[in-house]
Structure formats: C-alpha cells, structure tokens
C-alpha cells in the first residue's frame, strides 16, 4: 500500500477534492450533493475553515477534513468535516486526517472541544470517531434529506481538560 501524506490543501487541489465529493459513498455519508463542478467547488474551497486538510496518495487527494474554530463564547470548539474517496475507504485515510486534526486542535489551535454530526446509519465513521475519544451526545432526528428520505445525525464530541 502507497504512504498516505496529509498537508494543507491548496487550490490545485480542487479538481481531485471534486472527484472525491462526488463519489456514491461520499455523498451519501456527508453533506454534500451530488453532481458538483469543478467551477462550482473551486468557490466554495474559497470559504473553506481556517484548517483544511487533504491525504494524498501518490500526488492525488483521496481524503479531506475541514477543522473550523468557533467565535465568540464558543471560540474553544471546534468543529469536524471529512470525508475519504470511494476507492480508497478503508485504508488508513480517514485515520491520519483525524491523527493531524486532533493534534492540530490539541496542540496548536488549543481547543477543548472538538464536535460533528455524523448519520447514525454511518457505523464506519462512528467507530472511526470514537478511537479518537468521541462520544455520543445525542440524535438529531430528521436532520437532513439524503437519496430521497430524511435521515437521523448523532451529535458526537471529544472534550479535552
């Protein structure tokens, strides 16, 4: 298996990050939508939290996470976005981002409260989180609209001192 690099995403990347967000099992486990343009990702990448992160196999991104800090009262939290292309779930992807998000939060950012929502048909990625130190805090019931049905969010999050 190819080493898994995990850096800073950068505007080229955009192409490969469209590749990705549009893969089946990308969108069904996120909130994004299908069909999404290079053109139309390359606006939104604009926007993109303070840190964004990518894993890379052999010069192409397979796996990204986004690490937003809060403001004001709430500025000690942070909150978590990822998702890992199709064809290469399951390989440690998803791993390494959540290893350099939390140590990034940890160590750099200083924040004590990392959090995200994640579908509560989506055991991969709860089992994933819960490594990490996550727990459940509750159900979001009805949360979102996914492939034609409304589905239900677990809140989680990973409290630090």
Known sequence: MSEITIRASEPEDVPDLTELLNQPRAVWGTMQFPFTGVAQRARKFESRPETHLVAV??????????????????????????????????????????AAAVEQADRWLGLTRLELFVWTDNMRAIALY?????????????????????VDALGMARLRG
Do not use: S
Not at 76 to 98: E, Q, S, W
Not at 131 to 136: A, D, S, V, Y
């Open 130 to 150: 819960e490594r990490f130190g996550f727990e459940r805090e509750g159900v979001m019931r009805r949360y979102a609209f996914r492939d034609g049905e409304y």
């Open 57 to 98: 196999i052999e010069g192409k991104v397979i796996g990204t996470l986004g690490l937003g800090r809060q403001e004001g009262r709430r500025a000690h939290a942070g909150v978590l976005g990822m998702a890992v292309h199709d064809a290469y779930a399951g390989r440690g992807a998803g791993t390494a981002l959540m």
